[in-house]
């Protein structure tokens, strides 16, 4: 509980977290409302289309999760945490809980947020959270937010430079598991691995899909599909902590 | 009390700290002294568990760093002023420090009013100036009120000013009976500081031992004899096994070792010699420290050079062994 403290003390007495917090929650919200008042009566907004806009909170909390490592190396303040206590493991493993707390607590916001929003502007029968695909595909957008910003923390922890890290993160969730599918044969069964790709797969599974959008076999369902995003987050992080256990702080 | 045996500690090619063995006293204001380079704040980070040794360890009241139990109460160190987060104000800085160790707040008060930075403790840290960022450091390093203290160059960049605040507070810590360790290259401030010296030179011990006996053996105490009948009184001091030369700069004045200006007097007295000058030279801490250092220094620029072999010709000369430079 300490430790925890520690890291909440960390995080808000600076000013990036609650900037990035805002930002994430402006983006999904605002997308949100941005669609729904798209002019035009036949079309029929869903609850996953009030979430549409949730990678780009997502993106932006993974931004905060690097940081919160990233800068306690660029302005060295991790030696005078590991200082403080040397037990390494314990220090970043409270920070990841701290920041995946956050980042959950912003992405259940971001997301009752965007679909209470997108159901003001255009109500309708597909609106309602009456299914459990609905609930899932609103209140597990915390829990995407959790483990996404678990995999930035352990990047950050791995590459210890803020635009590095930031870098890596944004190319690889935003272009790399896209990208693959131009792979010709493989690029498709490869794409369907791809850790982003299978937490979105836990929100959408089963999700009442708009006309134009294609349906695309996925080889996990939806919690499956969870917990190998959150298994991957957990590699990484595993791996990251007994790099910074070796390493010289 | 720190000890540290046969550390040894690689980055890459470079080796940074060479089987360095040496013990800190409680009680007492040890310096570590060494020129840039030499491996002083590798050795800190070391005796904190920050890097890890190659070789050798390091205890402190005979547990490893990174076995104490809330160590902000054991030890408390200023490595670098400038490990804080620009935007986070000196307050909040030292409160998750103080709450990582169950560490009251007040305290976090009570050793910024100690530091003098009550007035500004709600400012951002990136603000500060350095001597005001030293300040921090020492307030965060005196939160779990420690008897062992590490300082890393604690004056470098300073104003007087600050550097005599400093020196004070120090001198105060140690009087309450704690352990002191402070890093520095400059002699002169370890001379005024440290009542102990542990002298490094790349990575490797040079000596360890009192602040006076350090002094007394790195500088030659000599006195200048100037008299017009040199030759008479030359063979009677040399009679008496005391070192005598020539004053390169003065035809009419010999330089003895090894003598005080009484002992000289009374046998000038003695032979009827008369004497124009007797004066006692006090050779110069810091030529002494780099003739001690010279072959040991990481960086050499031309005007260093330049310097130790001005040392080398003139007349305070030290033991044989001492006398390389890094030519």
Known sequence: MTLL??????????????????????LTIGFAAMISAVPGHDFQMTVNDSQSGYQFGMVVIMVMAALAVTTEYRFSTIRTSFQAVPNRTAVLLAKTAVVGLVAGVVG????????????????????????AQAWRNVAGIGLVYLVAAVIAVAVGILIR??????????????????????????????????????GDHFLNAGAPLAADRAVSPMPLGA??????????????????????????A | MIEAVGLTKRYGRTLAVNNLS?????????????????????????????????????????????????????????????????NRSARAHLLWQARSNNIPYRRVDEVLELVGLSKVANRRAGGFSLGMSQR?????????????????????????????????????????GRTVFVSSHLLSEMAVTAQDLVVIGRGRLLTQGTTAEFIQQATENTVKVRSPQLP???????????????????????????????????LAGALGVVLH??????????????????DSVEYHTAAAQAIETVAATNDLAAPNDLTATGK
């Not at chain 2, 568990?49 to 205890?59: K, M, R, S, T």
């Not at chain 2, 000058?277 to 010279?294: I, K």
């Open chain 1, 161 to 198: 430079q803020s635009a590095g890290a930031i870098a890596i993160l944004l190319v690889y969730a935003l272009l790399v598991e896209n990208l693959v599918q131009i792979i010709p044969k493989v690029g498709r069964t490869i794409h369907n691995w791809m850790p982003f790709t299978v």
């Open chain 1, 5 to 26: 403290a520690v890291e909440r003390i960390k995080l808000f007495t600076t000013r990036s977290p609650w900037w990035c917090i805002v930002l994430a929650l402006g």
């Open chain 1, 108 to 131: 259940e916001a971001s997301a009752f947020g965007a679909w209470a929003i997108a159901r003001a502007i255009r109500p309708g029968p597909l609106m309602n959270l009456d299914t």
């Open chain 2, 277 to 294: 000058e007797l004066s006692p030279q006090t050779g110069s801490l810091e030529t002494a420290f780099m003739r001690m250092t010279g």
């Open chain 2, 22 to 86: 040496f013990t800190v006293q409680p009680g007492r204001v040890t310096g570590f002294l060494g020129p840039n380079g030499a491996g002083k704040s590798t050795t800190m980070r070391l005796i904190l568990g920050l890097d890890q040794p190659n070789a050798g360890h390091v205890l402190i009241d005979g547990q490893p760093y990174r076995r104490l139990h809330r160590p902000l109460h054991t030890v408390g160190a200023l490595l670098d002023a400038k490990w804080v987060h620009p």
């Open chain 2, 136 to 176: 921090l450091g020492i307030a965060g390093a005196l939160l779990g009120d420690p008897q062992v203290l590490l300082f890393d160059e604690p004056v470098n960049g300073l104003d007087p000013e600050g550097i005599h605040w400093i020196r004070n507070f120090m001198h105060g810590l140690a009087a309450e």
């Open chain 1, 223 to 248: 919690w499956p599909s969870l917990a190998y995003f959150a298994g991957i987050a957990a590699v990484l992080l595993v791996a990251s902590l007994v790099v910074a256990n070796r390493r010289d």
């Open chain 2, 232 to 266: 008479k009184l030359r063979e009677a001091l040399a009679g008496k096994n005391f070192t005598v030369r020539a004053d390169d700069a003065d035809d009419a004045a010999l330089i003895v070792g090894g003598a005080s200006t009484e002992q000289i007097g009374e």
